[in-house]
């Protein structure tokens, strides 16, 4: 499966909480490592206070 599969996986089931999507950029230098996916994840909701129910999020969005 790729994130496509998984996304149409969830558009397609009521209720699913929502997908978190983490990608490799093209440099493996810009690749975020664990620590940097953790605090990524601690800023989603700054963007979606009301939560991210149903949503797909690309995590690497997330790194300021």
């Known amino acids: ?31 975020l490592r664990a620590e940097a996916i953790a605090v990524a994840i601690e800023r989603i909701p700054e ?4 939560g991210a129910d149903r949503m797909i999020v690309a ?3 997330f790194r300021w």
């Open 1 to 31: 499966m790729n994130a496509v599969d998984y996304a149409r996986l969830a558009e397609a089931t009521p209720g699913h909480a929502g997908l978190l999507l983490l990608y490799r950029e093209n440099d493996p230098t810009h690749d």
């Open 47 to 50: 963007t979606y206070p009301g």
């Open 59 to 61: 995590v690497n969005q």
